[in-house]
């Protein structure tokens, strides 16, 4: 506590109200659904003792998923007006939008926790590289925090959730993109393929963590909160 | 306690509010009357440091909102209007969460605030489902957790029924016998039930500003009393009232079933027994007689209905 409670406060207040509407329970029925089915009809296709399949796909799903779940984090404040009450108590702005991406990471934690039975799935039918998997989730946290984050970012903008939504489904879908369509660019431009989320995942997913690739999510989630914090401030 | 200099805000084009000057002692009831969009809100807003100002001050406490806004909105209790609660939490979630944001320790601040309030029978509901009155209690409930010493209210009772109105005014002067209040109303007589003193605010700037006694006795210097009688002519009875003594003016009304006049009595004095008087010795029957006791409705009414009075 100290010098986090707010933070904490704030964190907890937002994870609260994730679990007290239904928003929640069906955006993690629907990635269970998914990410259930991608993942368990490739399994048995190509019968390998891996979680590629979980892992390959996963940035596409969040692309859809994660927007859903950031997109009433300052929207949903601006249309019912309790931004007044949140930015009138004595929290600085970094303490907001800090606690509000810890809540969204959380609970996106708490989204991909049962994909771990695939886990257990696997080693129960062979023996899989344990490198992969741990790169994975570890690839996935950060690809979250990084979409959530422009999530936070497209949510301040406006007060309708629904904007919200497309707009950063359409910057994530973009990010998740482009280092698949540089190959249609001249070469000169490929280096635009590290601005893509994906292909920095799926660099951490074969198991290889880089820092680069750490320092590119990293970079990503402080820049989109930063822009965040400015258009709070901006907007008083 | 607060002070305010040469405040000034515009969106856009349009100045909400324009170079604004007031100050605010401790322990007093400040009533911050205006029509809609007279810029009471942006105004407040200020005070509680939710909007920045484009130019001016705000000191509150002795600290300026500039930078030291943290150390303000800790020592002020701000009520937003028609309080913007979370509405999908429940009341004593909600307030544990303001409880906690301000440091607060145990439950002993949210109890006491519930129990100021009387929220106690709704505190686990859902914010969404109190009726207006129970609404509007919770975000008092909000502003007072931490026992602040300055209490800012944004119209505190718009959209509530009579009763709640009575109750909800009961509280607040309860609370301003040991904070600073300021509040916010277009309602001209919750401010002379409520408030020790009034700044007037018109498109900006401010229109009046003294103790409520002050501007009341402004307006009562002039009686009015409204006469209907039969057994005399207007002309008549306008004559024998002209000449009695403390009588200013006398005006015909419009009421064609009786001799119908305002009355205007040139002092203070009740003139009431005068016409009474002059009634007995002139054989008229009185129907009616009220004196109209003007309220602030006129000081107000002058000082914002446009014209030129920008100079008062």
Same mark, same amino acid.
């Given at each position: 506590?100290?010098?986090?409670?707010?933070?904490?406060?704030?964190?907890?207040?937002?994870?609260?109200?994730?679990?007290?509407?239904?928003?929640?329970?069906?955006?993690?029925?629907?990635?269970?659904?998914?990410?259930?089915?991608?993942?368990?009809?490739?399994?048995?296709?190509?019968?390998?003792?891996?979680?590629?399949?979980?892992?390959?796909?996963?940035?596409?799903?969040?692309?859809?998923?994660?927007?859903?779940?950031?997109?009433?984090?300052?929207?949903?404040?601006?249309?019912?007006?309790?931004?007044?009450?949140?930015?009138?108590?004595?929290?600085?702005?970094?303490?907001?939008?800090?606690?509000?991406?810890?809540?969204?990471?959380?609970?996106?934690?708490?989204?991909?926790?049962?994909?771990?039975?695939?886990?257990?799935?696997?080693?129960?039918?062979?023996?899989?590289?344990?490198?992969?998997?741990?790169?994975?989730?570890?690839?996935?946290?950060?690809?979250?925090?990084?979409?959530?984050?422009?999530?936070?970012?497209? &949510?301040?903008?406006?007060?309708?959730?629904?904007?919200?939504?497309?707009?950063?489904?359409?910057?994530?879908?973009?990010?998740?993109?482009?280092?698949?369509?540089?190959?249609?660019?001249?070469?000169?431009?490929?280096?635009? &393929?590290?601005?893509?989320?994906?292909?920095?995942?799926?660099?951490? &997913?074969?198991?290889?963590?880089?820092?680069?690739?750490?320092?590119?999510?990293?970079?990503?989630?402080?820049?989109?909160?930063?822009?965040?914090?400015?258009?709070?401030?901006?907007?008083? | *306690?607060?002070?305010?200099?040469?405040?000034?805000?515009?969106?856009?084009?349009?100045?909400?509010?324009?170079?604004?000057?007031?100050?605010?002692?401790?322990?007093?009831?400040?009533?911050?009357?205006?029509?809609? !969009?007279?810029?009471?809100?942006?105004?407040?807003?200020?005070?509680?440091?939710?909007?920045?100002?484009?130019?001016?001050?705000?000191?509150?406490?002795?600290?300026?909102?500039?930078?030291?806004?943290?150390?303000?909105?800790?020592?002020?209790?701000?009520?937003?209007?028609?309080?913007?609660?979370?509405?999908?939490?429940?009341?004593?979630?909600?307030?544990?969460?303001?409880?906690?944001?301000?440091?607060?320790? !145990?439950?002993?601040?949210?109890?006491?605030?519930?129990?100021?309030?009387?929220?106690?029978?709704?505190?686990?509901?859902?914010? *969404?489902?109190?009726?207006?009155?129970?609404?509007?209690?919770?975000?008092?409930?909000?502003?007072? #957790?931490?026992?602040?010493?300055?209490?800012?209210?944004?119209?505190?009772?718009?959209?509530?029924?009579?009763?709640?109105?009575?109750?909800?005014?009961?509280?607040?002067?309860?609370?301003?016998?040991?904070?600073?209040? #300021?509040?916010?109303?277009?309602?001209?007589?919750?401010?002379?039930?409520?408030?020790?003193?009034?700044?007037?605010?018109?498109?900006?700037?401010?229109?009046?500003?003294?103790?409520?006694?002050?501007?009341?006795?402004?307006?009562?210097?002039?009686?009015? #009393?409204?006469?209907?009688?039969?057994?005399?002519?207007?002309?008549?009875?306008?004559?024998?009232?002209?000449?009695?003594?403390?009588?200013?003016?006398?005006?015909?009304?419009?009421?064609?079933?009786?001799?119908?006049? *305002?009355?205007? @009595?040139?002092?203070?004095?009740?003139?009431?027994?005068?016409?009474?008087? @002059?009634?007995?010795?002139?054989?008229?029957?009185?129907?009616?007689?009220?004196?109209?006791?003007?309220?602030?409705?006129?000081?107000?009414?002058?000082?914002?209905? !446009?014209?030129?009075? !920008?100079?008062?």
């Amino acid at each position: 506590m100290g010098r986090f409670n707010g933070i904490i406060t704030v964190a907890g207040k937002e994870l609260r109200s994730y679990f007290s509407s239904p928003i929640a329970y069906i955006v993690i029925t629907v990635f269970l659904i998914f990410t259930g089915f991608f993942f368990f009809k490739d399994f048995f296709y190509f019968n390998q003792a891996e979680m590629r399949g979980l892992f390959q796909l996963l940035p596409l799903m969040f692309c859809f998923v994660l927007p859903a779940v950031t997109m009433r984090l300052f929207a949903e404040e601006r249309h019912s007006g309790s931004l007044e009450i949140l930015l009138t108590l004595p929290l600085g702005m970094w303490e907001i939008v800090l606690g509000k991406f810890a809540a969204a990471l959380i609970f996106t934690q708490i989204m991909l926790s049962p994909t771990l039975f695939y886990f257990v799935t696997v080693v129960l039918v062979g023996s899989p590289d344990p490198g992969p998997v741990a790169g994975g989730y570890i690839g996935a946290l950060f690809l979250a925090a990084a979409l959530i984050s422009i999530g936070l970012l497209f &949510s301040s903008v406006t007060r309708n959730q629904i904007v919200a939504f497309i707009l950063t489904w359409g910057a994530a879908f973009s990010l998740w993109l482009i280092d698949k369509i540089t190959i249609f660019l001249p070469s000169s431009l490929g280096f635009l &393929s590290y601005l893509g989320t994906d292909f920095h995942f799926q660099n951490i &997913s074969r198991g290889v963590i880089d820092s680069r690739d750490i320092i590119y999510f990293i970079s990503v989630s402080a820049l989109a909160m930063m822009f965040t914090v400015k258009i709070l401030e901006r907007r008083r | *306690m607060i002070e305010v200099s040469g405040l000034t805000k515009s969106y856009g084009s349009f100045k909400a509010v324009d170079n604004l000057s007031f100050v605010v002692k401790e322990g007093e009831i400040t009533g911050f009357l205006g029509p809609n !969009g007279a810029g009471k809100t942006t105004t407040l807003r200020m005070l509680s440091c939710y909007i920045e100002p484009d130019s001016g001050s705000v000191t509150v406490g002795g600290f300026n909102s500039k930078d030291s806004a943290k150390e303000i909105k800790k020592i002020i209790g701000y009520l937003p209007e028609s309080a913007p609660l979370y509405g999908d939490m429940i009341v004593y979630d909600y307030l544990s969460f303001v409880a906690r944001v301000r440091g607060l320790e !145990g439950d002993e601040s949210i109890r006491n605030a519930a129990e100021i309030c009387r929220i106690r029978d709704v505190m686990h509901k859902n914010i *969404m489902e109190l009726s207006k009155g129970y609404r509007q209690r919770v975000g008092l409930a909000h502003a007072i #957790i931490h026992d602040p010493q300055v209490l800012i209210l944004d119209e505190p009772t718009s959209g509530l029924d009579p009763v709640e109105i009575v109750e909800i005014r009961n509280l607040i002067k309860e609370l301003g016998k040991s904070k600073t209040v #300021i509040l916010s109303t277009h309602i001209l007589h919750e401010v002379e039930a409520a408030c020790d003193r009034i700044i007037i605010i018109d498109k900006g700037r401010i229109a009046a500003d003294d103790t409520t006694a002050n501007l009341q006795s402004a307006v009562r210097g002039k009686r009015n #009393i409204c006469l209907k009688i039969r057994g005399a002519l207007f002309d008549e009875a306008y004559a024998i009232l002209k000449a009695a003594e403390g009588v200013e003016r006398v005006d015909p009304l419009d009421d064609s079933n009786f001799t119908s006049l *305002m009355v205007t @009595a040139s002092g203070s004095d009740d003139v009431r027994p005068v016409i009474f008087e @002059a009634a007995v010795k002139n054989g008229w029957v009185i129907y009616e007689m009220r004196q109209e006791f003007e309220s602030l409705e006129n000081i107000f009414r002058e000082l914002t209905s !446009g014209g030129n009075n !920008g100079e008062i």
